[in-house]
């Protein structure tokens, strides 16, 4: 087994406590706890059914919608809103910088916006960022979307990361995957059949999606999502990188 010198992570629920980003530009337009709002999620999954669309292309044009509908334009500036204030799990930052200090390559992969994603704290801490992103018109106005992360796309972007680092694009025997839920299913069972690690990280012992991920056999390791100094997470992690805390 190679030494593990590049880890992959989803961001919501992975590295931050809440499975989907609050977007602070929709509380702006009055819908609180962002994309956690009952109403935007009931006016996605309403498009999807009348469009006949998949719910991550129903959640971005509900988006879009809603920021016009209050007056805002779609530019980076309303996007990035709240992304140097995002709430990490623990030990995350400390985590991240150990693992550059020791050579090892970081990257996010997240349905989430790839330009938010670059505005925050943790980004400098990162290899590449890999997130959805949109088109633009001559105003600088996002008028489409341009790349969907969905979750099979994710493992198109895997493919990517290990082209980057000379790899052969099925050759992930030097690379840990850590996501938290359903949507990571596709990515860590393309690095498990691989050859990689692939760790599951919870918020919560009795979550129903890292059970059925397991039961699927696409999970190597599973943990509390604790990335502080010594924690269970950590001493994994480290020695698969071969790092001595």
Do not use: W
């Amino acid at each position: 087994m190679k030494n593990k010198k590049i880890i992959i992570y989803d961001f919501d629920g992975t590295l931050t406590p809440y499975a989907l980003p609050k977007f602070e530009i929709l509380e702006n337009c009055g819908l609180k706890d962002g994309a956690y709002n009952l109403k935007f999620l009931e006016r996605a999954n309403e498009m999807c059914k009348n469009e006949g669309i998949d719910l991550y292309t129903a959640l971005y044009k509900t988006y879009f919608s809603i920021i016009k509908e209050n007056g805002y334009k779609l530019i980076d500036q309303n996007f990035c809103l709240g992304a140097s204030s995002i709430e990490y799990n623990l030990g995350v930052e400390s985590f991240l910088k150990k693992l550059n200090t020791n050579g090892v390559k970081n990257y996010v992969l997240s349905s989430g916006i790839e330009v938010f994603l670059s505005k925050t704290k943790i980004a400098p801490l990162l290899t590449g960022i890999y997130g959805t992103t949109f088109t633009y018109n001559k105003h600088n106005e996002a008028d489409g979307i341009k790349f969907l992360m969905s979750d099979k796309n994710k493992v198109e972007a895997i493919k990517q990361i290990c082209k980057i680092n000379n790899n052969n694009e099925e050759d992930c025997n030097n690379i840990i995957y850590i996501g938290d839920g359903l949507t990571d299913y596709y990515a860590m069972e393309y690095v498990k059949n691989h050859g990689g690690i692939t760790i599951f990280v919870y918020q919560n012992k009795d979550n129903k999606e890292g059970l059925s991920l397991q039961e699927k056999g696409v999970v190597s390791f599973s943990a509390f999502a604790d990335y502080s100094l010594n924690s269970e997470l950590d001493n994994y992690v480290s020695e698969l990188c071969n790092i001595q805390n």
